[in-house]
Nanobody, 126 residues
Framework: QVQLVESGGGLVQAGGSLRLSCAASGRTFSSFAMGWFRQAPGKEREFVAAISWSGGSTYYADSVKGRFTISRDNAKNTVYLQMNSLKPEDTAVYYC???????????????????WGQGTQVTVSS
């Protein structure tokens, strides 16, 4: 089992920045690929960013590429999502997820992740 706890969400004006953190406990964190997903009211949960177990590979949704950066610190069992140039359309509940993914094609697929956090709200005002 892996327990994931997100933090760092909040209210920010458009153009501002937030840094989300996801702290993991339980099984060996460094063996898992990690992803960030988000869900806005009335919409499907969508992929935002993902990072391989080593941190050597990262993946981003086109909508956040160039604005968001995913990183991880395996010594601290934590994954981060730095969000810059935030837009109102980034408003959503953000979830981190962990999975033992066997190929790069799976990183964007929420069904391939085994463990999920409870989510943290990000609200961007215009």
């Amino acid at each position: 089992q892996v327990q994931l706890v997100e933090s760092g969400g909040g209210l920010v004006q458009a153009g501002g920045s937030l840094r989300l953190s996801c702290a993991a406990s339980g099984r060996t964190f460094s063996s898992f690929a990690m992803g960030w997903f988000r869900q806005a009211p009335g919409k499907e949960r969508e992929f935002v960013a993902a990072i391989s177990w080593s941190g050597g590979s990262t993946y981003y949704a086109d909508s956040v590429k160039g604005r968001f950066t995913i990183s991880r610190d395996n010594a601290k069992n934590t994954v981060y999502l730095q969000m810059n140039s935030l837009k109102p359309e980034d408003t959503a509940v953000y979830y981190c997820a962990a999975g033992t993914l066997s190929g790069s094609a799976y990183y964007t697929d929420k069904l391939k992740y085994d463990y999920w956090g409870q989510g943290t709200q990000v609200t961007v005002s215009s």
